[in-house]
């Protein structure tokens, strides 16, 4: 089992939910990060001054699948996440070593 | 002058009376809009005891000092405490030749008074202590702002002269932005406004309050503008509504293309201030423009906005976070200098005498103001602390929060 962590832009996120969705991935959990580094934000101008933020929005999608569907799904979401640009985002993808689903107590692969 | 058209002409007063009542709404919201949400209910109680202090500042003094009647001379006359009404119909119909009664004079021009310092408020917004603003505010509605004025709506020594005003673009908004002026040097910009990696954007909080302040003024300056007619005169009420839109608009279409020649955004601050600029502008000459000079002092007015919030913004580093020295000081001089240059009183003559009443109300207005926030800085301090400023003036100052949620 693996834990595939996607960090994609936020501009980006219906084209790689359906993507996903045409190869049967139908459940993530998606939270919103914050970039914070060297690249700035964009920049936009209130009033006549620099309006920089500090820092980059994305969106990071977590999705837990067995072990033969992770190439499938990775190669699905750099391509439907791609614009060629500096900040596209990246894929990280962990072991998981135990899962519970709650409702019905089934343990690791069928709780998948 | 018949009772019937004494009770029109009263009536329209009255009407126009309410109208520059919400225009202090429409400040509240406006500047309410251009802060951040952490500095929202300290805003509102600025501006809700500013009105508090308006009207009872010009009961006690402000109303006697500004219409002095036969008590004054050229800079200065006093016609006692308080409001005393004439006997009979010398209160009535007699007042002011069948155009308003007293007390309709008085509520009248007492919704004026604080107008002036609600212009304070918000370019002094998100930094001053409160009790040291509202010291303030008494003291410039209670004196400053009736004794400048009595120079020439009180038919002091500027009256003389000839200086026009129709109705406040140098006595109510210009004094105000001098007023402002003075306090923002003394006061000195938001923590995070100029930094070491130069001049950061502060933005406000909400843009839907803010449009809904400007849509408000706009609504309030018929009233304004159209009370000041001073009657119901059917040709000089329409003609001012019509000068008033106008300037407006084009106040609006000036600072639109400015601020995309500038910024290269449709920046809806500037719009907005645009707006009130064009107001502002059209103010001093409002009766006396036709309709094509209201568009062109409007326009110009719209120019002038982008340029100039910049000027202080960058060249003079003053924090003004709601642009009111740029609309109501810059664009009440442009408004005042107009006369001269435009409509039925237009000439050089007329420019020259419009300038003195700038320069005058000008040095007046802003030394006093300085002197005075200097004055209170010594004796009670006048900004927050950093820590105050941090965690912003409505948990630091009111234990309360504008948005719960």
């Not at chain 2, 520059?20 to 005891?49: D, P, Q, Y």
């Not at chain 2, 040291?132 to 009256?159: C, H, N, Q």
């Not at chain 2, 449709?266 to 309709?291: E, R």
Request: proline residues 2%; glycine residues 12%.
């Amino acid at each position: 089992m693996k834990k595939i962590e996607a960090i994609i832009r936020t501009t980006k996120f219906e084209a790689v939910r359906d993507a996903l969705a045409r190869i049967g991935v139908n459940f993530f959990s998606l939270k919103d990060v914050k970039g914070y580094g060297l690249q700035k934000g964009e920049v936009h101008t209130y009033r006549g001054a620099d309006l920089g933020a500090d820092y980059i929005p994305r969106l990071q999608m977590d999705i837990v699948t067995s072990d033969e569907k992770v190439e499938e799904i990775m190669t699905t979401i750099e391509q439907a996440g791609r614009t060629g640009n500096v900040g596209d985002g990246k894929i990280f993808v962990y072991d998981i070593e135990r899962v519970v689903r709650i409702r019905t107590g089934e343990r690791d692969k069928d709780a998948v | 002058m018949n009772e019937a058209l004494f009770t029109a002409n009263n009536l329209w007063i009255l009407v126009a009376t309410i109208l520059v009542f919400i225009m202090h709404l429409g400040f509240a919201s406006l500047e309410s809009g251009f802060v951040r949400r952490k500095n929202t209910v300290n805003i509102l109680f600025k501006n809700s005891m500013i009105i508090a202090i308006g009207l009872l500042t010009y009961f006690i003094c402000g109303f006697n000092l500004m219409y002095p009647g036969e008590t004054a001379t050229g800079f200065f006359g006093f016609a006692g405490f308080g409001l005393s009404l004439p006997d009979g119909d010398a209160g009535g119909i007699a007042y002011a030749d069948g155009a308003y009664a007293y007390y309709t004079d008085f509520i009248f021009q007492a919704m004026f008074a604080a107008t002036g310092a609600t212009i304070v408020s918000g370019a002094v917004a998100e930094r001053i202590k409160l009790n040291s603003f509202l010291v303030f505010t008494i003291i410039f509605v209670a004196l400053i702002y009736p004794i400048a004025g009595m120079w020439k709506w009180g038919g002091g020594w500027l009256d003389a002269r000839g200086f026009y005003d129709f109705a406040g673009s140098t006595l109510v908004h210009s004094v105000g932005g001098w007023g402002a002026l003075a306090c923002i040097m003394v006061l000195g910009p938001r923590k995070g406004k100029y930094t070491s990696k130069g001049i950061q954007a502060i933005p406000g909080h909400s843009m839907p309050l803010a449009t809904l302040g400007v849509f408000l003024l706009w609504f309030g300056w018929f009233g304004f503008n159209g009370g000041s007619v001073l009657s119901a005169d059917p040709m000089g009420v329409s003609l001012v509504f019509v000068t008033t839109s106008l300037a407006a608009a084009g106040g609006a279409v000036g600072a639109f293309f400015t601020s995309y020649a500038m910024f290269k955004s449709h920046d809806l601050s500037m719009v907005l201030n645009g707006i009130l600029g064009g107001l502002v502008g059209i103010t001093a000459g409002a009766d006396l423009m036709s309709p094509m000079a209201s568009i062109i002092i409007g326009l110009i007015a719209g120019i002038i906005i982008p340029l100039s919030v910049v000027f202080f913004d960058r060249t003079l580093k003053l924090d003004d976070p709601v642009g009111a020295t740029s609309v109501h000081l810059v664009c009440g001089i442009w408004g005042t200098l107009a006369v001269g240059i435009f409509g039925s009183m237009a000439g050089g003559g007329q420019f020259i005498t419009q300038l003195i009443g700038v320069l005058a109300y000008g040095v007046f207005t802003f030394v006093l103001s300085y002197l005075l926030i200097t004055v209170i800085k010594a004796a009670m301090g006048v900004r927050v602390t950093e820590e105050e400023e941090i965690k912003g003036l409505d948990l630091a100052e009111h234990d309360m929060e504008a948005y719960t949620m």
